[in-house]
């Protein structure tokens, strides 16, 4: 089994330094080995990736260590699909919410 994780937003990931979280976000910008991240608060994230990434998807799940510089080491990542918090115009936040809560009963 797998060790639990926190779901962390942008705001809190100066709680978790080198701690392994969860975040879930909409894809802004791919760039190399790095990758910029909108996450459910609204803040941006700075991804490192790993060199098995292959994020095909707008929205994805990042399992990963935060840096001391706050952007994420990522270890793995799942991704959502494309239309994941498309409902209406500017719903993200609470559509990744809902699923949240839907999926793993958080929230």
Known sequence: MDKPTPRI???LRE????????LTGKLLTFSGDTAL??????????VKLNKQSSWN???IEII??????FS??????TPLGDQFGRHSEGSTRCDIDLFLYFRYGIG
């Open 9 to 11: 937003n942008s705001s």
């Open 15 to 22: 709680k978790y330094i080198d701690k392994t979280v969860r």
């Open 37 to 46: 991240v909108e996450a459910t608060d609204g803040g941006q994230v700075l």
């Open 57 to 59: 998807t707008a929205y």
């Open 64 to 69: 990963g260590r935060i840096e001391k510089d």
């Open 72 to 77: 994420i080491f990522e270890y793995k990542s």
